[in-house]
């Protein structure tokens, strides 16, 4: 009876925005948020019928999935979802609306570098001879509503005169209710450029991070605010494409609009609003995935970057990437052992740097040219026995010849085995030897220790 | 011009491909995280669906890796039956995360939580991590109990029947054929493990207690010091101690578990080692939930008989 008057009065309410422009605002509304647009009207006038689902036998409920799927058609939302509304129960009752966890890294040891900060560029990596404590990070993370889940990473560090900093590391919503294989991310977040650049650092299989990203993304990893769009392609294996558009100025967009690109290009910068589209971080990207066996899957991506840097008022930097990760894992797996992975990714960055005022001597004016740098890592993983892992990296960073000679092109290579002991998933201790080649200053040794724990609720990890 | 067409040729090649897919076959698909739950929603769909489990029957089912192509099958699934004991919690949320499958989303009629109606045991009354690896909804390994696949079938059913109503009728009478084959396998199975009531019993996990509990078993003691602490030799002495002292004589072992421990310990203690997988298909020739509770129930008369 219920469900008898409320199709009518849903029937005249489509009737009328069919016949008004209210149409087109929904069909835009549907285009850009669309399951909680769309399924919010949807739901109000069903509110107590969601109620009824729960209680009414399996009829009444083919005959509410019939009217829904009318509404459908009749408001021209194609597939927005009826089960959000039903999902509002949220995830299991496990005590609590939101997750809370704490993961500290300590760093100890010692390198032959006098510099160590400059064979150790990245802000998680070690810094000093002695102590470090390279991330302490708080991770929140919970349903928000049925429409979205939101994450969030506060990350404290203590540098290396002993003084606390913080940053907001990611602070991000992400839909989950999307029509058409669509997925929306937007706030704070790691841009999805590769695979390690999205990782948060207690999940790097090496203490510190590969050379050429941090040539290419900076000490803390390429991540600004912005939106990220994605898509499930309907293949028969995994693909997914996806595009982040993000402001492309501060000190975590480091090939394009940081406060420290004079680093880079030696000049003065030029500081300039965001006036076009151009002006902002475009990273689109492309991943895709095939199991070659019962125990071995692969996993290939390809990436690029564009945007404005702060050379000159047109200057800008395209980032190139490609990305491999092969595993195989045993049938009878314990714990996750014995496995063997490879990983690796190359880089390559073409920075305009357009003429510009020498920051160190306003009297020279650096020539217009394409500093031009490349780089690579390739890394090995053996879990030879349950919680036991040892790991091989090997890797350079490169950059060509340029007026201005910067210490962040330098070329360089490293090689670093190094061996995890995972008391549980939980915890972690490491040691791992790096051999650094600088060009023009020679090796060094380093020997570093890495423990780990963590506290509360523990993210699954991505595959 | 040429490039548009090109475009979207391939555009309409990659939607051919999964549309291929997707006509392929009306049955409801179907996904289950383990391979016990899956061979339940066999049982209870028969050829009105097709059931994919994620984990491998010989792999911990703790520890799955969260494979992209799970990732697709969840996307096109019109049902995920997941255990709902936080059995799957390492590796089930970020695949359903990236599924974007409104029709598997929590609360949703196409995501079937097994235990539902389940008594779990071993709820714990405080979280600490430092008594190992406890699941905070008690323990997950529920579907060893021959009683629990009948709450499992009947959530199952009673799921289906929302999804697909005009065959509900037919998953109705499925259930009712599984229910009655379990009463007469389950006096089946009583029958021949009743001679070893109290029976005193070893496990390398703590993921026989369901069945311990069932057919009167008394589990000693476990080779991990705690749930999911790797055994150490102090820890394992003490088993050798509490084995001796209690004549236990049988020490169950999953095909992840690690064998070669289990075998140190039973030579310390004269005592078998059973070979006992939970999981449908980890045998071969035990490809359904009847063939491995069967396969168990005869390891353990044939361990504990050998030892009478």
């Not at chain 1, 919010?40 to 009829?59: F, G, M, Y």
């Not at chain 1, 000190?251 to 030696?266: L, M, N, Q, V």
């Not at chain 2, 539902?116 to 909804?137: M, Q, V």
């Amino acid at each position: 009876m219920y469900s008898r008057q409320s199709k009518t009065a849903l029937a005249h309410f489509a009737r009328a925005i069919r016949n008004s422009r209210i149409r087109f605002c929904l069909l835009v509304c549907a285009a850009s948020f669309a399951a909680p647009g769309i399924a919010r009207a949807q739901v109000k006038p069903p509110k107590s019928k969601q109620d009824s689902i729960a209680r009414a036998d399996s009829i009444a409920r083919a005959d509410s999935i019939a009217l829904v799927k009318q509404l459908e058609k009749e408001l021209g939302a194609s597939g927005a979802d009826t089960s959000a509304a039903a999902s509002s129960q949220g995830p299991r009752a496990t005590g609590s609306y939101m997750n809370i966890g704490f993961v500290a890294l300590t760093d100890a040891g010692w390198s032959t570098a006098p510099d160590i900060g400059a064979i150790e560029r990245g802000d998680h990596d070690p810094h000093v001879n002695g102590f470090t404590i390279p991330n302490a990070e708080i991770s929140l993370d919970g349903n928000v509503d049925p429409y979205f889940k939101g994450f969030s990473n506060i990350v404290l560090k203590i540098d290396s005169a002993g003084d606390t900093g913080i940053e907001l590391e990611e602070a991000y919503g992400l839909t989950t209710s999307l029509p058409a294989n669509l997925q929306i991310k937007f706030g704070q977040f790691f841009t999805e450029f590769g695979r390690q650049n999205p990782q948060h650092p207690h999940a790097w299989s090496f203490l510190d991070a590969p050379l050429v990203l941090v040539r290419m993304f900076g000490p803390d990893g390429l991540r600004s605010q912005g939106v990220r769009f994605s898509y499930l392609l309907p293949t028969s294996f995994y693909t997914e494409a996806l595009v982040t558009v993000a402001n492309a100025t501060g000190g975590t967009t480091s090939s394009f609009r940081s406060p420290d690109s004079p680093e880079i290009h030696g000049g003065v910068i030029d500081d300039r609003r965001v006036q076009h589209a151009s002006d902002l971080l475009i990273a689109p990207r492309i991943n895709t995935s095939f199991d070659l066996t019962e125990t071995q899957t692969v996993v290939l991506g390809a990436s690029a970057a564009f945007g404005p840097n702060n050379s000159g008022p047109s200057a800008k930097t395209q980032i190139y990437g490609a990305d491999l990760y092969w595993k195989w894992k045993a049938a009878a797996a314990e714990a996750g052992f014995p496995f063997l992975s490879l990983q690796s990714e190359a880089l390559w960055r073409h920075y305009g740097a357009a003429q510009r005022v020498s920051e160190a001597n306003p009297a020279v004016i650096l020539p217009s040219e394409v500093l031009k740098d490349d780089g690579a890592y390739a890394q090995v993983l053996w879990g030879i026995k349950p919680r036991i892992v040892a790991g091989l990296r090997g890797e350079f960073a490169r950059g060509n010849q340029s007026a201005f000679l910067s210490e962040l092109r330098r070329d360089q290579s490293r090689w670093s085995p190094n061996f995890t002991w995972y008391p549980t998933e939980f915890s972690k201790i490491r040691v791992q030897y790096n051999y650094d080649n600088r060009k023009a200053i020679g090796t060094d040794h380093s020997l570093w220790f890495q423990l780990e724990f963590l506290i509360g609720a523990h993210a699954a990890h991505k595959f | 011009m040429r490039l548009t067409n090109f475009l979207k040729t391939a555009a309409l090649a990659l939607i051919g491909i999964g549309g291929a897919a997707t006509q392929a076959t009306a049955q409801l698909r179907v996904v289950a995280t383990t391979p016990d739950l899956a061979s339940v929603a066999r049982e209870i769909g028969g050829d009105r669906v097709n059931v994919v489990a994620l984990a491998k029957p010989t792999e911990d089912p703790h520890f799955v890796d969260a494979k992209p192509s799970f990732i697709v099958t969840l996307n096109r699934a019109d049902a995920l039956i997941e255990g709902g004991a936080e059995l799957e919690l390492g590796w089930l949320p970020p695949l359903l995360e990236n599924a974007r499958n409104g029709k598997i989303n929590a609360g949703a009629p196409g995501r079937i939580v097994a235990s539902e109606g389940i008594r779990l045991l071993e709820i714990p009354t405080s979280f600490d991590r430092s008594k190992g690896d406890i699941h905070s909804l008690g323990n997950p390994h529920f579907m060893v109990d021959p009683v629990s696949a009948k709450i499992v079938a009947r959530n199952i059913a009673s799921h289906l029947g929302q999804i697909d109503p005009k065959n509900a009728a037919t998953y109705n009478s499925n259930l009712a054929r599984f229910n009655a084959r379990i009463d007469s396998k389950l006096a089946e199975w009583q029958r021949q493990l009743a001679p070893y009531r109290g029976a005193k019993i070893v496990t390398y996990h703590r993921d026989f207690i369901y069945l311990a509990q069932r057919f009167g078993f008394s589990i000693v003691d476990e080779l991990e010091p705690k749930p999911g602490i790797a055994p150490s030799p102090s820890h394992l002495a003490q088993v050798i101690l509490e084995m001796k002292r209690d004549n236990a004589k049988v020490i169950l072992v999953q095909p992840f578990q690690n064998r070669k421990t289990a075998e140190t310990v039973a030579r310390q203690t004269a005592a078998t080692v059973l070979d006992t997988p939970q999981q449908p298909g980890a045998v071969s020739g035990a490809t359904t939930y009847f063939d491995m509770v069967d396969n168990i129930v005869r390891q353990l008369g044939n361990g504990l008989g050998a030892q009478k």
